[in-house]
């Protein structure tokens, strides 16, 4: 069975960070892209981040580039996006997603299509 599974969310204060962790199982991370997303309540899901198989190469969305680094460990099947400076307006559920074929940067949610359940980030005071 074909899976992807978020952890490592939870409360952070402002300025804080947290690593999240995307473990694939039924099929080799090492083959495919991964792109990392976000939805706060009440919005549409955002394209936050995508890695290429190799790790050669990472995009990030405006929003979150210099302050969150996408990588991967092959070796482990897992994919790791470091969030730094975390502001309230991080607040979302992060999820982790292979495309479906072909995907277009700024991420498109409707082009991937194996979803993990989701991790909540939530940053307060």
């Keep these: 069975q074909v899976q992807l599974v978020e952890s490592g969310g939870g409360l952070v204060r402002p300025g804080g960070s947290l ?3 995307c473990v694939a199982s039924g099929f080799r991370l090492a083959e495919n892209v991964i792109g ?3 939805q706060a309540p009440g919005k549409e ?3 936050v981040s995508v890695i290429n198989a190799s790790g050669g190469s990472r995009r990030y969305a405006d929003s979150v580039r ?3 680094t996408v990588s991967r ?3 482990k099947n897992t994919i790791y996006l470091q969030m730094n400076s975390l502001a309230p307006e991080d607040t979302a559920v992060y999820y982790c997603a292979t495309p479906i074929d072909t ?3 700024p991420l498109r949610s409707s082009e991937f299509g194996t979803w993990g359940q989701g991790t909540q980030v939530t940053v307060s005071s």
């Design 66 to 68: 210099g302050r969150f």
């Design 19 to 21: 690593r999240l962790s």
């Design 36 to 38: 990392w997303f976000r």
């Design 45 to 47: 899901r955002e394209g």
């Design 73 to 75: 460990d092959n070796a």
């Design 103 to 105: 995907w277009h940067w």
